[in-house]
């Protein structure tokens, strides 16, 4: 991460702003991931919320991001089903860093 300091005249404060990372993510020109909603009670309200299989977290494409992108826009909460194992935090970075 590359932190940069900006000093502003009008202020005696140090102001700290972090960059935002370039990050290439391996290319796929399709995902295997589905959305699957999430059923709630009969007569709820609630209308967010769904399921995705067919993605692993620590090895994911960028067709996977812009598939998840897409899911969290419309279903606003997204729970990850079958993952092999535990998301590493280098991989929870990437996915949050975009």
């Keep these: 991460m590359v932190v ?4 502003t005249e009008e ?3 140090l102001r700290l ?7 290439d993510l391996p290319h796929a020109d399709t995902t295997t991931g589905r959305v699957v909603p ?6 709820s309200q609630v209308d967010f919320g769904a399921e995705i299989y ?6 994911f494409t960028d067709a996977d991001f812009e598939f998840v992108s897409d899911a969290l826009h419309k ?3 997204l729970a990850f089903k079958e993952q092999p194992q535990m998301l590493k935090p280098q991989q929870q970075y990437l996915l949050t860093a975009k």
């Design 75 to 77: 279903w606003k909460l």
């Design 4 to 7: 940069t300091a900006v000093i």
């Design 17 to 23: 702003k972090a960059e935002k990372p370039i990050i």
């Design 11 to 13: 202020t005696n404060c």
């Design 38 to 43: 999430i059923k709630h009670a009969e007569g």
């Design 54 to 59: 067919g993605i692993d977290l620590n090895n």
